[in-house]
């Protein structure tokens, strides 16, 4: 049976290095991709659900991080209420893949294998820069979220994807990847450091998933206008020698100061992004799945 390959990291950075201008060589980095290219079979691709997408607008941290742990419940117990030869039946679940897109009011978070490990002095350190401190589930370690910056939490099944939890998360990178190549900003990941890099030293993107029972939470989030000081607070990801950079500081490095990359003008772009690589269509989630659609309003509304 043929397979098609969905967007191959090495073909998305191929069309940013067809311009002189915005290729830059990295000196210590590979896409480190030759594991994992999203490959699946045409009857499996014609198979993949349509995935509802919403963007919040701005949410504390903490309500949207208890909207995602009642989702991911919702899910689990909706799928696996069903006999399991008909839990790839969609028409038999009320609930739809969703592509939640948000920012956060200034918070620092945490993963899980940093639970207790932050001394309460520093916790009080980042409290005083009126900003919320916050330990999740999700992999990673200590990062910033805040205006600026474009997060994304794909509520998927992996199942009806044909996905691994290990390409789930390639396939996010390879989104971030695509949507800075858009703006000719060549981006891609360094074995070994989590995240998206446009350099061997700045990070535009950093990654931290989680996944129950093959259903997702956690996600991404891109440095899109972001403000700079607050990452110089912590050292991100725990990784030392290292920075965070925004899409807009690149843009001014590369003598564009006047591009739009706010998270306004970065929507619609990594929207795109993430269907071209997970190879589905993604469409409002009202329409999807009204249901998905209400019980997430309801839940960011509280």
């Not at 919040?56 to 941290?61: H, I, K, M, N, T």
Request: hydrophobic content about 35%; overall charge neutral; charged content about 20%.
């Amino acid at each position: 049976m043929a397979i098609a390959s969905i967007r191959n990291f090495g073909q998305i950075l191929s069309r940013v290095q067809s311009h002189p201008t915005t290729y830059r060589a990295f000196s210590a980095a590979t896409t480190g991709t030759s594991d994992c290219t999203l490959s699946r079979t045409a009857e499996q691709l014609s198979q993949l659900p349509t995935i509802g997408y919403v963007y919040l607008g701005e949410v504390p941290y903490r309500k949207a991080l208890e909207m995602q742990n009642q989702l991911c419940r919702r899910r689990i117990d909706e799928i696996y209420a069903l006999p399991q030869a008909d839990r790839a039946d969609l028409n038999l679940r009320q609930f739809s893949d969703a592509l939640i897109l948000l920012q956060h009011p200034p918070v620092y978070t945490n993963g899980r294998r940093n639970h207790g490990k932050l001394q309460p002095d520093e916790i009080e350190r980042l409290h005083a820069l009126d900003c919320d401190y916050v330990e999740t589930n999700r992999g990673g370690e200590i990062t910033f979220h805040g205006p600026g910056q474009l997060v994304g939490y794909p509520n998927l099944y992996l199942k009806d994807h044909f996905l691994a939890t290990k390409c789930f998360v390639k396939g996010l990178e390879y989104t971030i990847a695509e949507t800075c190549a858009h703006f000719g900003i060549e981006a891609k990941t360094i074995p070994g450091f989590p995240g998206v890099w446009t350099s061997p030293t700045q990070k535009v993107a950093a990654l931290g998933t989680h996944v129950q029972r093959y259903v997702t939470s956690h996600g991404f989030a891109l440095n899109c206008t972001t403000d700079m000081k607050w990452f110089r607070e912590i050292i991100p990801c725990g990784l030392e020698g290292k920075t965070a950079i925004s899409l807009q500081t690149l843009m001014e490095q590369h003598g564009k100061p006047n591009c739009d990359t706010s998270v306004d003008a970065v929507l619609p772009v990594l929207r795109q992004s993430f269907a071209k690589v997970f190879g589905c269509n993604v469409k409002p989630l009202e329409d999807v799945s009204p249901a998905t659609f209400k019980f997430i309003q309801e839940l960011v509304k509280l």
